[in-house]
């Protein structure tokens, strides 16, 4: 599977942007998809995963104001990111893991946020 992130720019501390990550074929199989980011200097952090039945788990600092979804008809996982921080700024990635275990990494969109 090739995942292809895409929505990342530069917005306003307190504006929203919308990620999504692309598959390259049916995403219903995948067991789980999800969003990490990796600020400069820090190590990769996971933010958001969603599961085959859309159970969604969230990462303390975006809870509240970032919803993972997936599109199994488009193939595509989103990210909506409300609210955001300077602090929210990173490149995000996006993952994806088969039922078969095996994991994909899309290529990362950066996001920054200015204050």
């Known amino acids: 599977v090739q995942l292809q992130a895409s929505g990342g720019g530069l917005v306003q501390a307190g504006g929203s942007l919308r990620l999504s990550c692309a598959a390259s074929?049916?995403?219903?199989?995948?067991?789980?998809m999800g969003w990490y980011r990796q600020a400069p200097g820090k190590q990769r952090e996971l933010v958001a995963t969603?599961?085959?039945?859309?159970?969604?788990s969230y990462a303390d600092p975006v809870k509240g104001r970032f919803t993972i979804s997936r599109d199994n008809a488009e193939n595509t996982g989103y990210l909506q990111m409300n609210s955001l921080k300077p602090e929210d700024t990173a490149v995000y990635y996006c993952r994806s893991v088969t039922s078969a275990w095996v994991e994909y990494w899309g290529q990362g969109t950066l996001v920054t946020v200015s204050s």
């Open positions: 969603i599961t085959t039945s859309s159970r969604s």
């Open positions: 074929r049916s995403i219903s199989s995948i067991r789980t």
